[in-house]
């Protein structure tokens, strides 16, 4: 009986040590995950637990516990891109931006560190700034958005644009009555790169807040498009909402009619464009973007913004950022030059970039059976893209 006791008790510590581990590790993190991402983080992690118990007359005992995590080794910053995230958000948006920033990290930036670019009509708080910086390993900027950038331009009548907003929250068209939602449609399709925080960089990865990153990203993305020679990368395609830009492709052919000349011959219209020869409403969502900011500071991508911002459609309309700058892009750049994150998992709810297959059991814990591209076939257009016909071939 004795023996029993002895070895209970020697159980008991180790389950106590290894409780105190994982309380440990999880104190890293001052705020606790949704149910399904810790169970898939504990999941995906390689954890070996190894006890060594030393017994000497039945009167000493001692147990160690020890948790290895494998983690991959950081990246020298002169292996990484001139780079940042960005993300535009308020203060309000607090908690759900802390579990997508320890999220990103944990799946990618641990390692490599590059900094994030914060932006807010509105001032940050102490405690957004504080809370923010306590989760992210790279440098955090905080910045302002001048006014100009997010209030009404001298050559939009207030009067006509109140009336559509009015007029769409009668249609129940999504964020038809919102006035602030079209600023940010406008100030992403037009601005954002603009601000001075992000002059120093050359690349920028779009993030908003509750987002999810299903896959471990072990490679530098920016690298990629950098070293691969593209512009735009993307995880999800999907179809505009028609209410929402009934002149928009009109306005685009007429930019393009006038300036020929920045039209390259080979591009990326194929995909946008329908069997009647009018906008098939296929897009980019750019809730995730992973882009080159020389391309949005082009003349060409700035001229067609400003052809957009003079028709008023961001304020007469309800013209959002992603079909504008999927229009831009297919305008000016060919498929070569862009590229489906196809090994990234990627959440906006409801939708689900995941990989699939052997791709997915490694590295990842997405649903794939949930991928846009497979489950709503008809309302996807990834696999449209995919299908398209590389340049000169």
Same mark, same amino acid.
């Given at each position: 009986?004795?023996?029993?006791?002895?070895?209970?008790?020697?159980?008991?510590?180790?389950?106590?040590?290894?409780?105190?581990?994982?309380?440990?590790?999880?104190?890293?993190?001052?705020?606790?995950?949704?149910?399904?991402?810790?169970?898939?983080?504990?999941?995906?992690?390689?954890?070996?637990?190894?006890?060594?118990?030393?017994?000497?007359?039945?009167?000493?005992?001692?147990?160690?516990?020890?948790?290895?995590?494998?983690?991959?080794?950081?990246?020298?910053?002169?292996?990484?891109?001139?780079?940042?995230?960005?993300?535009?958000?308020?203060?309000?948006?607090?908690?759900?931006?802390?579990?997508?920033?320890?999220?990103?990290?944990?799946?990618?930036?641990?390692?490599?560190?590059?900094?994030?670019?914060?932006?807010?009509?509105?001032?940050?708080?102490?405690e957004f700034k504080e809370k923010i910086s306590s989760v992210v390993s790279g440098e955090c900027q905080?910045?302002?958005?001048?006014?100009?950038?997010?209030?009404?331009?001298?050559?939009?009548?207030?009067?006509?644009?109140?009336?559509?907003?009015?007029?769409?929250?009668?249609?129940?068209?999504?964020?038809?009555?919102?006035?602030?939602?079209?600023?940010?449609?406008?100030? &992403?399709?037009?601005?954002? !790169?603009? *601000?001075?925080?992000?002059?120093?960089?050359?690349? @920028?990865? %779009?993030?908003?807040?509750?987002?999810?990153?299903?896959?471990?990203?072990?490679?530098?993305?920016?690298?990629?498009?950098?070293?691969?020679?593209?512009?735009?990368?993307?995880?999800?395609?999907?179809?505009?909402?028609?209410?929402?830009?009934?002149?928009?492709?009109?306005?685009?052919?007429?930019?393009?009619?006038?300036?020929?000349?920045?039209?390259?011959?080979?591009?990326?219209?194929?995909?946008?464009?329908?069997?009647?020869?009018?906008?098939?409403?296929?897009?980019?969502?750019?809730?995730?973007?992973?882009?080159?900011?020389?391309?949005?500071?082009?003349? &060409?991508?700035?001229?067609? !913004?400003? *052809?957009?911002?003079?028709?008023?459609?961001?304020? @007469?309309? %309800?013209?959002?950022d992603a079909p504008v700058h999927s229009l831009g892009v297919a305008m000016l750049l060919n498929k070569s030059q862009?590229?489906?994150?196809?090994?990234?998992?990627?959440?906006?709810?409801?939708?689900?970039?995941?990989?699939?297959?052997?791709?997915?059991?490694?590295?990842?814990?997405?649903?794939?059976?949930?991928?846009?591209?497979?489950?709503?076939?008809?309302?996807?257009?990834?696999?449209?893209?995919?299908?398209?016909?590389?340049?000169?071939?």
């Open positions: 009986m004795a023996g029993v006791r002895n070895a209970s008790s020697l159980l008991l510590i180790f389950l106590a040590l290894v409780g105190l581990t994982v309380v440990w590790r999880d104190l890293r993190y001052d705020f606790s995950f949704a149910n399904e991402m810790r169970q898939a983080e504990l999941a995906r992690r390689t954890m070996s637990v190894t006890a060594t118990i030393t017994s000497t007359a039945m009167t000493t005992q001692t147990a160690v516990v020890t948790e290895v995590v494998q983690v991959p080794q950081e990246v020298p910053a002169s292996d990484r891109a001139s780079a940042a995230f960005v993300i535009l958000t308020r203060n309000k948006d607090l908690d759900d931006l802390r579990e997508t920033l320890a999220q990103l990290e944990d799946r990618f930036n641990r390692r490599y560190h590059y900094p994030y670019v914060f932006l807010n009509n509105d001032p940050f708080s102490d905080f910045g302002l958005i001048p006014h100009e950038h997010w209030s009404y331009p001298e050559y939009i009548n207030q009067t006509k644009a109140a009336e559509v907003r009015e007029d769409m929250k009668m249609r129940k068209v999504i964020y038809g009555d919102n006035e602030s939602y079209r600023h940010m449609c406008r100030y &992403e399709s037009g601005f954002f !790169f603009r *601000h001075k925080l992000m002059e120093q960089y050359k690349w @920028y990865w %779009r993030v908003e807040p509750g987002v999810k990153f299903g896959c471990e990203i072990d490679y530098d993305p920016f690298m990629f498009m950098e070293k691969s020679g593209k512009k735009y990368g993307f995880t999800i395609s999907i179809r505009e909402v028609v209410e929402t830009i009934p002149t928009l492709w009109n306005t685009t052919m007429e930019f393009m009619e006038k300036n020929k000349d920045m039209i390259p011959a080979s591009n990326l219209m194929e995909f946008v464009t329908g069997k009647d020869g009018g906008y098939n409403l296929c897009h980019f969502w750019s809730n995730f973007e992973i882009a080159s900011l020389d391309f949005l500071r082009s003349k &060409e991508y700035l001229a067609y !913004f400003d *052809h957009l911002d003079r028709a008023g459609g961001f304020f @007469y309309e %309800r013209w959002g862009v590229h489906w994150f196809e090994d990234i998992g990627y959440y906006h709810g409801p939708l689900w970039n995941c990989p699939k297959g052997e791709a997915n059991a490694k590295k990842c814990w997405c649903p794939e059976g949930e991928s846009v591209e497979t489950r709503n076939r008809g309302w996807s257009c990834t696999l449209d893209f995919v299908a398209l016909p590389e340049p000169n071939s």
